[in-house]
């Protein structure tokens, strides 16, 4: 099984950034535990975290060719404003799980919306850096018909 893990604008700073919102963890770090969790399942994790809309559409699309089974994708600000990352996923249809590590909805109201929610197999948010491992857990057992 391929998991193509996505984080978008500005998560490249977790660990020094805001803290008291998104937690102590790296980037790295997270991607470093998933990583565990998905050889101790026997899938194969493809990270990747681009500060840049057009590079995150073309991961999404990449998905076709790159045999990917479900995608987990924290989108970060873009979930409030791209379109066009919606429509990336509806072009390849791939399945995905979005995450957030602070719960969106008990933050700015501009942050409740998202353009993504309707069309994900799940919203994750608000369980900090153990939303990617829940993301990953449900679409490994969904995906293998558990």
Known sequence: MNILLINGPNLNLLGTREKEV?????LEDIQQDLSVLATQNQCNLISFQS??????????HSTIEAKIDFVIINPAAYTHTSIAIRDAFLGVKIPFYEVHLSDIYKR??????????????????GMGAKGYEEAM???????RGK
């Open 108 to 125: 700015e109201e501009f942050r409740h919306f998202s353009y993504l929610s309707d069309i994900a197999e799940e919203v994750i948010t």
């Open 51 to 60: 500060n840049a809309e057009h590079e995150i559409i073309e991961s999404i």
């Open 137 to 143: 857990l449900k679409g490994i057992l969904k995906y």
């Open 22 to 26: 998104y937690g102590s963890k790296s």
